[in-house]
């Protein structure tokens, strides 16, 4: 009896498998009837403003790199206007001098996509990240570390913004 039921169930899962698996629209396929998303990606053009420049460039460098591989496109269909900040948490201060270890870099980025024709509002969201370094006692070691978290930073919410554009470009269409 209980082969029966094992069977059974794994029966019924694999049906309920195959029968969900055609749900789901895979984020790289066809946006339209002559078109890929990639295609799609490569038509948006970026606004960016920034409390942070560092992070704003490497941001919007990232960006550019994950829509359209860094070859700006002549026919834009989208704007993407972007808002980076970033701040300095100290997490791990040493007992003995007082002096910060370590520091983590807490960067948020918030986006609208908007139709560059109508103005239209396509979807907005917001994106986090953090990275942490080490704080040595020789300052432009510091600096430089830190500033290495805030490029590592741009890079994941670059891919995390890219994700989410292509699904709301995806759920337009």
């Not at 789901?24 to 948006?44: Q, T, V, Y």
């Not at 403003?49 to 960006?63: A, F, G, I, M, Q």
């Not at 026919?75 to 270890?101: F, Q």
């Not at 370590?102 to 986090?128: H, K, M, N, Y």
Request: net charge positive; aromatic share 8%; charged share 25%.
């Amino acid at each position: 009896m209980s082969w029966f039921n094992r069977n059974t169930k794994f029966l019924l899962i694999t049906l309920c498998a195959f029968t969900l698996s055609g749900c789901f629209r895979p984020l790289n396929g066809s946006f339209g009837k002559d078109s890929s998303i990639s295609a799609e990606l490569a038509k948006i053009d970026i606004e960016s403003t920034s409390k942070s420049e560092v992070l704003n460039h490497y941001l919007v460098e990232d960006l550019r790199f994950e829509f359209n591989g860094g070859n700006p496109s002549k026919d834009i269909r989208y704007r993407l206007k972007i808002t980076a900040s970033d701040g300095l948490t100290v997490p791990v201060i040493e007992s003995s001098s007082g002096r910060a270890e370590i520091g983590s870099v807490v960067s948020s980025v918030q986006f609208t996509l908007t139709r560059a024709d109508t103005g239209a509002v396509l979807g907005s969201g917001t994106v986090s990240s953090s990275a942490t370094f080490d704080r040595m006692s020789q300052r432009f070691s510091s600096a430089r570390a830190r500033r290495d978290a805030q490029i590592r930073d741009a890079q994941v919410m670059a891919e995390e913004i890219r994700t989410r554009v292509a699904a709301l470009l995806i759920k337009q269409n």
